[in-house]
């Protein structure tokens, strides 16, 4: 028994390779690469992240986050019926076409995926290739579903808060004043590879409790689903590690209640519509709450009355080892006051061999860094500023 099960696992995780969510998320996310790449070009003449910065996170970030979830699935045996992997794969692929990397929520492609499974069950629904997958839907699939959607909301919680704001993207704008500001983008589509059990199967249940979350049959057989999460945010009146770390905790705390009353809903079936409607809406409302405040804030980064606002830096860029980070404000260099982004390169130049900056920190309190300055690096010192022009890009400084 133990050795059909594992070779059964085997099998199942061989077949995420035949997905086709896994290719076309790879794609999807080398395509937002290269237009964030266009776009750091446009505003600051020079890319800040490579092209496959997505294409990583995509791959690394939510290994660890999907293992955690699939022995959850295998402990607990949650069995998801094939004709809800086929309607979440359809889902997703159109989310991926809206080209809105929030839509890619587990809330909405699998709040959605939910309400189509109720509308069809009982209907006489002819679907090639996939016929028998539909018929052998019931009623009894519903708790499952909203279970998947809560464990899958606690991970798009932690891995917003965790990984969200890492190597966010700065970007140029025009505020509604016409004053230049900067703001900062983070997007990132993080895969999930986990693992579900499928209903009618060849393995029988090892246990005679075993799934607790059973949908009727006695018959599994387990198969790794790539489950894509999307998150995108656009900061502009904070740095956005708070911003962003923020939203995770409220997405993060929306899958625990939802996940509680997803399991509540196993013996109060009718729960189950209560708890997907709750999750479709409590995403879109941290969605716009979020959005809200940010614009309601002053904006962050822009043209500051002590210095030059650094609003980012490129990493391994001689700023960058000299420790200056976004939001640090430049007020000397060299003993030399700066108030404006040419008053900073002429100072750069009274010492073509050394660069002492006064700086003020986010938290407010005044440091010195400096550093010895080597050939070509004078004008390359890796800083991104906030053009004081109204123009329709900025400069590396």
Request: glycine share 8%; with cysteine.
């Amino acid at each position: 028994m133990t050795t059909d099960w594992l070779l059964a696992c085997l099998i199942g995780l061989g077949k995420l390779f035949l997905h086709p969510l896994l290719y076309v998320s790879i794609a999807y996310c080398l395509f937002i690469g290269y237009l964030r790449v266009k776009r750091e070009r446009h505003d600051f003449n020079t890319k800040i992240y490579r092209k496959t910065m997505e294409l990583r996170a995509l791959l690394l970030q939510g290994i660890i986050t999907g293992l955690i979830l699939s022995i959850i699935a295998l402990v607990s045996g949650l069995a998801i019926p094939m004709a809800a992997m086929v309607i979440m794969t359809a889902v997703t692929l159109l989310a991926i076409l809206t080209m809105k990397r929030r839509l890619i929520s587990p809330a909405y492609t699998m709040g959605v995926t939910f309400f189509i499974l109720f509308f069809l069950n009982g209907k006489d629904v002819q679907l090639p290739f996939f016929q028998d997958a539909f018929d052998q839907l019931n009623q009894s699939v519903y708790p499952t579903l909203v279970i998947l959607i809560g464990l899958l909301l606690i991970a798009e919680g932690f891995l917003i808060a965790k990984k969200g704001s890492e190597k966010a993207s700065p970007q140029l704008e025009v505020s509604k004043r016409g004053q230049p500001i900067g703001t900062y983008v983070s997007q990132r589509v993080w895969l999930i590879p986990m693992f579900v059990l499928i209903p009618g199967g060849e393995l029988p249940v090892p246990f005679e409790w075993y799934p607790i979350f059973s949908i009727g049959g006695v018959y599994l057989s387990p198969i790794v689903l790539p489950f894509l999460i999307g998150f995108r945010q656009k900061v502009h009146g904070s740095l956005p590690e708070q911003a962003i770390k923020a939203q995770g905790k409220q997405v993060g705390a929306l899958g625990v209640f939802i996940t509680v009353l997803a399991v509540i809903s196993y013996w109060y079936p009718i729960l189950g519509i209560i708890t997907a409607v709750l999750a479709i809406l409590g995403r879109e409302f941290i969605h716009y709450t979020q959005k809200n405040s940010d614009e309601n804030q002053p904006f962050y980064f822009s043209k500051s009355k002590l210095g030059v606002q650094v609003l980012g830096v490129i990493p391994e860029s001689p700023a960058d080892k000299m420790g200056l980070v976004k939001g640090d404000v430049i007020s000397k260099i060299n003993g030399v006051v700066v108030r404006e982004e040419e008053e900073l390169y002429r100072a750069l130049q009274k010492n073509r061999a050394y660069c002492k900056l006064e700086v003020i920190g986010n938290n407010e309190q005044m440091r010195f860094v400096q550093r010895a300055l080597f050939e070509g690096e004078h004008y390359e010192l890796g800083i991104l500023f906030v053009d004081d022009q109204l123009k329709e890009s900025g400069q590396a400084g």
